[in-house]
Nanobody
Framework: QVQLVESGGGLVQAGGSLRLSCAAS????????LGWTRQAPGKEREFVAA????????YYADSVKGRFTISRDSAKNTVYLQMNNLRPEDTAVYYCAANQVVVTSAHAWDYWGQGTQVTVSS
C-alpha cells in the first residue's frame, strides 16, 4: 500500500518561500509519477506540479511556473515542492499524490497524502 506523508506547510508573508516534502513508502517508485495538487477554501482542487520519477521530467500549472520547483530524492523516496515568491492566492491545502503515469489533472491520481496547509499573508 502506497503511503504519502506531507510536511513543511505553514504561514508565510507574500514574497516568501516554503518547501514542502512528501515522504513516499510502500512501493518502488521508479515507475511512478508523483505530484502536488492544492485546494483553496471554496474552490476546486487544482493541479500544481508533477514529476516522472525515473526520467525526472517535470510539469507545472501555468499559475506556478517560474515560482515553484518540484524535485525528488530517490535515496530518501521523497518529493519536494520548493515554492518561491509566494502570493496570497497560493493559500491552500497542498496534497501529495502518486500514480503509475504522469497526469496533469487535479483528480486522476491513485494515491493521496493527508494534505498540509499553506497560508500566505498579504
Amino acid at each position: 500500500q502506497v503511503q504519502l506523508v506531507e510536511s513543511g506547510g505553514g504561514l508565510v508573508q507574500a514574497g516568501g518561500s516554503l518547501r514542502l516534502s512528501c515522504a513516499a513508502s510502500g512501493r518502488t517508485f521508479s515507475h511512478y509519477a508523483l505530484g502536488w495538487t492544492r485546494q483553496a477554501p471554496g474552490k476546486e482542487r487544482e493541479f500544481v506540479a508533477a514529476i516522472d520519477w525515473s526520467a525526472g521530467r517535470t510539469y507545472y500549472a501555468d499559475s506556478v511556473k517560474g515560482r515553484f520547483t518540484i524535485s525528488r530524492d530517490s535515496a530518501k523516496n521523497t518529493v519536494y515542492l520548493q515554492m518561491n515568491n509566494l502570493r496570497p492566492e497560493d493559500t491552500a491545502v497542498y496534497y501529495c499524490a502518486a500514480n503509475q503515469v504522469v497526469v496533469t489533472s487535479a483528480h486522476a491520481w491513485d494515491y493521496w497524502g493527508q494534505g498540509t496547509q499553506v497560508t500566505v499573508s498579504s
